[in-house]
């Protein structure tokens, strides 16, 4: 079960790579024009790396008839959500975070913008975890989940990309990143509750109706 | 809005429609009789805006005849919003009180108002073009406009995603009400933000700041897409009930068959 | 009336945002209630079929 997790951080880090290393040979291997790019196509990237791994979150146990078993157990179906959108960030977010200096490097990127990349990753990432979840358990059962997916949850994403590449952006400019980590932050704790209660909302949804 | 006023005559009013129309055959008699005046003041709200906003409606003083636009493009933004702000009361009557008709409501909404979205996005792209020298630009109020035409979408697609009908609707409810936190942002986006749009000019603290000979057609104008909004959606949700209807009795065609 | 057709030059702008808002508006109109006839002429030849109990149309 952990070498699996494993491998799917794995996966994950190295489509993100990928997915990053595809735009020098696109756009041009001109360090300026990477360099201006540069938070942007890491924060979509990651975005998109995230969205991958989100998928399966609850797929498995909806198939199984252990999702069952979770809506019905004495815990808080709320707190269930919050625990894999947890385990969800430890194998997805955060293994992002820590690629993303390398990434960093390919696209040039300014030595001031460095920090403020991990501290906006970080605190955007869980919030793109949570909304994901959100996403996943709506899907369960659909006809082409996958798909769908990303068509429900991309629009969502967006505030946090925003706000995410700003956050760098000024940092690489030196201006203050003060408002935007403060919006981060609010993002994050606004998705908290919301996102767990409708994750387990649909959960109990899909339960009800399978 | 004093409070008496809601305590006493606007709560029971709200629960005396929600409760009256709940019975699927009741709404269905009563939209039979309604959808003709609907259609008939809409023509005629229609009419008049289009009539003092194309030719009676004087062309502005910097804007020049581009201005006439604002006469589609500010209703359609206008009922594109409160569409989606009416589905997610619609979607949260229905998965709180299980209102019969609320998630027939929601479902019917949704195709009215991603068209009344794409309207606002075209018009004022095609406003933009001559007032500001683009045809887009990425401020906060177009971004989340887009981003309300995304969520649409998103709910038809959730929505047709099922087998099961019933899993459809009440699963995207969930959806709309997630996506409602985009509605403030929406509203508010050019308060907050330095942005490109027109900041409010109608419903503002000190009042209109439009001069009468254009409020006027913009209020018809505005009043005629809310009619029509009513309109087609009560043919929509006529549509949906019968639908229902439908494979209730196409099931017991089904069981009948089996049985004998 | 050349010159109100011409907008002050403006016509390729001002003239199609109201031709698709009508052309929009006017065939999602002709869709729904198109879709409304035929659910309820398959429901009433249904119901007729069907010994039913109370019909809701």
């Given at each position: 079960m952990a070498f699996r997790q494993g491998l799917d951080s794995v996966m994950?880090?190295?489509f993100f790579i990928l997915a990053v290393i595809l735009f020098p040979f696109g756009v041009g291997p001109e360090g300026n024009i990477l360099a201006r790019i540069a938070p942007g196509v890491i924060w979509v990237a990651a975005l998109l790396s995230t969205?991958?791994?989100?998928?399966?979150?609850?797929?498995?146990?909806?198939?199984?008839?252990?999702?069952?078993?979770?809506?019905?157990?004495p815990v808080p179906l709320e707190v269930v959500v919050v625990a894999r959108v947890i385990g969800h960030w430890l194998t997805t977010g955060l293994p992002l975070i820590i690629a993303s200096p390398l990434l960093a490097v390919f696209l040039n990127m300014h030595a001031d913008g460095y920090p403020m990349m991990l501290a906006a990753l970080a605190l955007g990432t869980p919030t793109l975890s949570l909304i994901g979840a959100v996403g996943a358990a709506l899907i369960l059962g659909a006809r082409r989940g996958g798909v769908l997916l990303s068509l429900l949850v991309l629009p969502l994403f967006i505030p946090v990309l925003i706000f995410g590449v700003s956050a760098v952006d000024a940092a690489l400019g030196g201006f203050s990143v003060k408002a935007q980590l403060l919006i981060l932050g609010a993002l994050f704790l606004a998705a908290a509750p919301l996102c767990s209660w409708a994750a387990a909302a649909a959960l109990r949804q899909a339960v009800e109706s399978s | 809005m004093s409070r008496n006023f809601i305590r006493q005559v606007l709560y029971p009013a709200i629960n005396y429609l929600l409760h009256r129309y709940a019975n699927p055959a009741r709404f269905m008699r009563m939209s039979a009789r309604v959808t003709p005046w609907l259609a008939g003041i809409t023509i005629?709200?229609?009419?008049?805006?289009?009539?003092?906003g194309l030719f009676v409606s004087p062309a502005d003083y910097q804007q020049s005849e581009t201005v006439r636009i604002m006469?589609?493009?500010?209703?359609a933004a206008w009922i594109a919003l409160s569409c989606y702000v009416g589905m997610a009361v619609g979607a949260a009557v229905g998965l709180i009180w299980k209102h019969p008709l609320a998630h027939v409501m929601t479902k019917s909404s949704a195709p009215i108002g991603a068209i009344f979205t794409f309207l606002a996005l075209l018009t004022g792209s095609l406003w933009g073009k001559p007032m500001w020298g683009t045809y887009w630009v990425w401020d906060a109020r177009l971004t989340s406009m887009l981003v309300l035409f995304f969520l649409y979408i998103g709910y038809m697609a959730l929505n047709n995603a099922f087998d099961d009908p019933g899993r459809g609707t009440t699963t995207s409810a969930i959806l709309v009400l997630v996506g409602s936190v985009n509605i403030p942002i929406i509203k508010f986006s050019v308060e907050w933000w330095n942005t490109l749009h027109q900041p409010a000019s109608v419903i503002r603290a000190g009042g209109p700041a439009i001069d009468g000979s254009m409020l006027w057609p913009l209020l018809l104008m505005i009043a005629a897409y809310t009619t029509y909004y009513v309109w087609v959606l009560f043919i929509r949700m006529r549509t949906d009930i019968m639908e229902t209807r439908l494979r209730a009795l196409r099931m017991r065609q089904v069981h009948e068959q089996a049985g004998t | 009336m050349q010159e109100f057709l011409d907008m002050g030059g403006y016509a390729a702008?001002?003239?199609?945002?109201?031709?698709?808002?009508?052309?929009?508006l006017v065939g999602l109109l002709v869709v729904s209630q198109r879709q409304s006839k035929s659910i309820e002429a398959t429901l009433t030849a249904l119901e007729a079929e069907m010994p039913s109990r109370k019909d809701m149309s």
């Amino acid at each position: 079960m952990a070498f699996r997790q494993g491998l799917d951080s794995v996966m994950v880090v190295m489509f993100f790579i990928l997915a990053v290393i595809l735009f020098p040979f696109g756009v041009g291997p001109e360090g300026n024009i990477l360099a201006r790019i540069a938070p942007g196509v890491i924060w979509v990237a990651a975005l998109l790396s995230t969205m991958l791994s989100l998928e399966r979150l609850f797929q498995t146990d909806f198939e199984d008839g252990s999702l069952e078993l979770l809506v019905l157990s004495p815990v808080p179906l709320e707190v269930v959500v919050v625990a894999r959108v947890i385990g969800h960030w430890l194998t997805t977010g955060l293994p992002l975070i820590i690629a993303s200096p390398l990434l960093a490097v390919f696209l040039n990127m300014h030595a001031d913008g460095y920090p403020m990349m991990l501290a906006a990753l970080a605190l955007g990432t869980p919030t793109l975890s949570l909304i994901g979840a959100v996403g996943a358990a709506l899907i369960l059962g659909a006809r082409r989940g996958g798909v769908l997916l990303s068509l429900l949850v991309l629009p969502l994403f967006i505030p946090v990309l925003i706000f995410g590449v700003s956050a760098v952006d000024a940092a690489l400019g030196g201006f203050s990143v003060k408002a935007q980590l403060l919006i981060l932050g609010a993002l994050f704790l606004a998705a908290a509750p919301l996102c767990s209660w409708a994750a387990a909302a649909a959960l109990r949804q899909a339960v009800e109706s399978s | 809005m004093s409070r008496n006023f809601i305590r006493q005559v606007l709560y029971p009013a709200i629960n005396y429609l929600l409760h009256r129309y709940a019975n699927p055959a009741r709404f269905m008699r009563m939209s039979a009789r309604v959808t003709p005046w609907l259609a008939g003041i809409t023509i005629l709200l229609a009419g008049s805006g289009l009539y003092l906003g194309l030719f009676v409606s004087p062309a502005d003083y910097q804007q020049s005849e581009t201005v006439r636009i604002m006469y589609v493009h500010v209703p359609a933004a206008w009922i594109a919003l409160s569409c989606y702000v009416g589905m997610a009361v619609g979607a949260a009557v229905g998965l709180i009180w299980k209102h019969p008709l609320a998630h027939v409501m929601t479902k019917s909404s949704a195709p009215i108002g991603a068209i009344f979205t794409f309207l606002a996005l075209l018009t004022g792209s095609l406003w933009g073009k001559p007032m500001w020298g683009t045809y887009w630009v990425w401020d906060a109020r177009l971004t989340s406009m887009l981003v309300l035409f995304f969520l649409y979408i998103g709910y038809m697609a959730l929505n047709n995603a099922f087998d099961d009908p019933g899993r459809g609707t009440t699963t995207s409810a969930i959806l709309v009400l997630v996506g409602s936190v985009n509605i403030p942002i929406i509203k508010f986006s050019v308060e907050w933000w330095n942005t490109l749009h027109q900041p409010a000019s109608v419903i503002r603290a000190g009042g209109p700041a439009i001069d009468g000979s254009m409020l006027w057609p913009l209020l018809l104008m505005i009043a005629a897409y809310t009619t029509y909004y009513v309109w087609v959606l009560f043919i929509r949700m006529r549509t949906d009930i019968m639908e229902t209807r439908l494979r209730a009795l196409r099931m017991r065609q089904v069981h009948e068959q089996a049985g004998t | 009336m050349q010159e109100f057709l011409d907008m002050g030059g403006y016509a390729a702008f001002i003239w199609p945002c109201f031709i698709v808002s009508a052309v929009l508006l006017v065939g999602l109109l002709v869709v729904s209630q198109r879709q409304s006839k035929s659910i309820e002429a398959t429901l009433t030849a249904l119901e007729a079929e069907m010994p039913s109990r109370k019909d809701m149309s």
